[in-house]
């Protein structure tokens, strides 16, 4: 004969893990798994509590308020360009005696480019760029149509500021 189980004998029990019982989780009849995951035992003195995640959370929050509270503070104090408005204003008043534009133009000296000079370092950003193209062009050797009319668009941009923000009244010939 052969070493097979006689018919009416039950299958031979699955392999178990302990002592002939089931592993846990395991009702009998069909695979069982492999190996029941480890286990970590550890003792009281070596669980650690959790982590508190709320001293991240508060400095988080005073960054960002410090972040806020610095673009805040520069756009109140920025003064776009604005600190040598005053001393440009009397200088440009000074210049033109009070608004004689055409006066200035007439009676100008060498005193006069000095003056001039000193109102142009003291522009305000606004006006800054005009009277670096009015330099520009007095500095160069060509004049043409286009830089008349590269000066006079200046002259304009120069005259418009200083009535808006200085309070002047300087007439400009127009063309």
Known sequence: MSDQWPPSSPSPDPPSSFGG???YGHFGGGPQPAAPYPQQQLLPQEVQPGRSRLPLVIGLVVVLALIGGGVAAWFLLRDEGEDTRAEYCAGLKELTNDGDLLGVVGAADESTLVQLEKVADLAPSAVEADWQ????????EEFTASSGFAAYAAFQSIVRDAEDKCGMDIPLPSF
Do not use: E, F, N
Not at 133 to 139: G, K, N, P, S, T
């Open 133 to 140: 193209r009015l330099r520009d062009l007095a500095a160069s």
């Open 21 to 23: 019982q089931p592993s």
